[in-house]
């Protein structure tokens, strides 16, 4: 089987993500998918469930999170796999962006009303088990509402639309993300500290789909690596066209560190995104060994 790899999709734990641990593993085994990973956002609580049921549908499964974290301004997410999910870091981690996001949620509130769409903390509270608000939350109750059926700012979300491929994520990177209107600054750790504390732990980083995060600024990757070193790169990605992915892929064999690949699979909020989609030209094969030398399976 050519697909049988995915090391990168999301829980229920990810504020944007919508299936439990276990959920996902069933549905990675009915894909066919034998190698998988959960990495949620700067967390790791599915880990250990992950774990379980992959072990009892014969699933190699490895430990996984997805960090947020900056590189001269730009925001960057880097994976780490095969880390020691038990460390107090990962849980400082995870409280420490929670409590930021949480007292920024309001904020999104006002900069949502100031961009014309009015929301209220009821809509928002029936899609949120925490009390964060995700730009992907924002799209989904504003797409649905009756009174913004003809607005002309969300025509590319509608079907047929340019954006419409993705509706939520993609009004979140066009409204909420680093550098738009809605835009509400959580403070990341430094790249380095990132990678450096992967390793401490017991584990690999991984650069995640970065032709998505170093739009413009691919000579980031080389000023990244003689800082810090990584190793690895998600060089397949539902995000990368295949120039991008080709570069990556080079990049990889340059500095002879893992290529990987990853659906970034969430659910309802990248409805085109299907498991195991990670657009790999090839068989997997070599991603596999590559695993396997890394000592990661």
């Not at 409280?95 to 920024?104: A, F, G, H, K, V």
Request: with cysteine; glycine share 8%.
């Amino acid at each position: 089987m050519k697909n049988y790899i995915d090391l990168h999709m999301h829980s229920k734990y990810s504020d944007d993500g919508e299936f439990s641990p276990s959920k996902l593993v069933e549905m990675c085994s009915e894909k066919g998918i034998r190698i998988m990973a959960i990495a949620d956002h700067n967390l790791v609580c599915a880990v250990k469930e992950g774990r379980e049921r992959a072990e009892e549908l014969g699933i190699q499964y490895i430990s996984a999170i997805e960090i947020d974290c900056t590189y001269q301004g730009v925001n960057l997410h880097v994976l780490g796999y095969g880390i020691s999910e038990d460390q107090e870091f990962f849980r400082q981690l995870g409280d420490q962006i929670y409590q930021q996001e949480l007292m920024l949620s309001d904020r999104k509130m006002e900069l949502t009303e100031a961009l014309g769409f009015h929301v209220t903390k009821e809509e928002l509270d029936s899609l949120s088990e925490n009390g964060v608000y995700t730009g992907e939350m924002f799209g989904e109750i504003i797409l649905g509402k009756e009174e913004y059926k003809e607005h002309p700012m969300l025509k590319p979300y509608r079907a047929g639309g340019e954006r419409s491929d993705n509706p939520y994520v993609n009004f979140y990177w066009d409204f909420y993300s680093q550098g738009k209107p809605c835009y509400t600054e959580v403070v990341y750790p430094d790249y380095a500290e990132i990678v450096q504390k992967i390793h401490q732990y017991g584990g690999k980083a991984v650069l995640a789909h970065p032709g998505a995060n170093l739009k413009g600024k691919f000579e980031y990757f080389d000023e990244m690596m003689k800082e810090e070193s990584l190793d690895g790169v998600e060089a397949f990605s539902n995000y990368h066209d295949k120039e991008t992915a080709d570069y990556f892929y080079r990049k990889g064999q340059e500095y002879g560190i893992m290529t990987t690949c990853g659906s970034d699979f969430h659910g309802k909020t990248k409805p085109s995104i299907e498991l195991g989609e990670c657009h790999c030209p090839y068989d997997e094969e070599f991603l596999e060994k590559a695993l396997k030398e890394a000592e990661l399976i």
